[in-house]
């Protein structure tokens, strides 16, 4: 494959949809697998967001649409950001492109230049860093603890910018590990960065309708750092509509405008059905919503069954996620030990012997930055999860 691109060469296959593919694999020969790798919501989207998507085909909105997005989208995007996170982004700050990934591919591409450093917390959603290179960007990674709950400093995150340092990524509620920054946590952040003019910070909230502790912080509430957030979000997670391919970024003008013209050349605009959908969604009130209060609450209860189950296996430590769907446990205790024709030197071959002799489809910590971990997706019955973690913790118990 020499003819093949640099780039693609070099671009690792997500690690997250290749379990998900081997998981599928297994299943389709007729092994009985549970999935706890995939971060997808297993609620069905709202009928008032898909009655309005069935209109909108009787309506014949079934052109190109402007490459941004329709206005009346971005419209309902920018009183969305007014009304749950106190945002002033216009209509022509926002761009509406295919999922919350190409909104953050085009921030990447539209900012990093080669050899430009962008500052990754680890662990870190598995796209940050292959999308970086695309841009051939260099990837600088902040290892964060549990014992922090994974958060990132103020001052790590000072320390570690330089004069190539060009955008921070980060997320809250976070993938992979659940948890959310407070208030005054993103005030100390913005409190540093308002002394670095030039760097930009890239703040992905596609999980903020699932948060456990409250309402909901944006970075870019802080006004002296207005202009260098980009904030990054959709409709895949928070209601659950992960197959309408939907997400949008509020941004600096500039910024808006160049994620335009790239997108322009790449996709145009994403589809006209779904984004007739996300206007209904943008409308729902998370306050208000039966439908995201109803799967919240489902996920905070699966969160406190997972949290309550992990504690009982031994070598297991987790702490308790405030937010998305995931536990992001240490297994390190386990690494160095044998069972049968397997030797577990690190994440990827203890989540490969537990899809083989658990049939439970897991996440290496290795994919988000962090090799002593693995990610638990608990978006699935509380049945499945029971069982799951039953199959897990006998297969552990025979590794000697």
């Known amino acids: 494959m020499e003819y093949l691109a640099n780039r693609v060469l070099k671009m690792s296959e997500s690690e997250t949809l290749a379990m998900t593919r081997i998981a599928r694999e297994l299943k389709a020969q007729g092994k009985d697998i549970i999935s706890l790798s995939i971060g997808e919501p297993d609620f069905n989207t709202p009928e008032e967001v898909k009655n309005y998507a069935k209109q909108a085909i009787d309506d014949n909105w079934t052109h190109y649409p402007p490459v941004p997005g329709y206005p009346e989208l971005r419209e309902a995007i920018s009183k969305k950001f007014k009304r749950d996170n106190n945002l002033n982004y216009s209509p022509e700050q926002i761009i509406v492109s295919t999922g919350a990934k190409q909104s953050i591919y085009q921030v990447v591409m539209s900012l990093v230049n080669p050899d430009d450093e962008v ?26 603890t549990l014992e922090n709950d994974f958060k990132v400093t103020p001052a790590q995150l000072e320390a570690a910018i330089t004069n190539k340092t060009k955008l921070i990524m980060f997320s809250s509620p976070s993938n992979p590990t659940g948890m959310l920054y407070s208030k005054d946590e993103l005030k100390g952040i913005a409190d540093m960065l308002s002394r670095h003019k030039n760097v930009f910070v890239m703040a992905d909230e596609i999980y903020e309708h699932i948060n456990f502790q409250g309402k909901h912080e944006s970075l870019a509430q802080f006004d002296k750092i207005k202009e260098q957030v980009i904030t990054i ?11 309408w391919r939907l997400g949008y970024i509020g941004a600096p003008l500039a910024i808006a405008k160049a994620c335009d013209k790239l997108q322009g050349q790449v996709t145009s605009a994403t ?19 039966k439908d995201i209060i109803s799967m919240r609450n489902k996920f905070k209860e699966r969160r406190d069954m997972m949290f309550h189950l992990l504690q009982e296996i031994p070598g297991v430590k987790t702490r308790l996620p405030q937010g998305a769907f995931y536990f992001f446990p240490e297994v390190n205790s386990y690494f160095g030990k ?13 989540t490969m012997y537990l899809l083989y002799e658990a049939n439970v489809a897991l996440v290496p910590g290795a994919a988000f930055g962090d090799d002593n971990c693995i990610r638990f997706s608990y978006a699935t019955s509380n049945e499945l999860l029971v069982e799951a973690i039953k199959r897990i913790k006998n297969a552990l118990s025979k590794l000697q």
């Open 119 to 144: 500052i990754i917390p680890a662990p870190y959603w598995v796209s940050y860093k292959e999308i970086v290179k695309v841009a051939e960007g260099k990837c600088v990674f902040i290892k964060t």
């Open 233 to 243: 979000n959709g409709v895949a997670k928070g209601f659950a509509m992960t197959g």
């Open 271 to 289: 589809c006209s059905i779904a984004q007739r959908a996300a206007i209904k969604a943008m409308e729902m009130n998370p306050k208000t919503s």
């Open 338 to 350: 044998k069972y049968d024709k397997y030797t577990i030197n690190d994440s990827n071959d203890l």
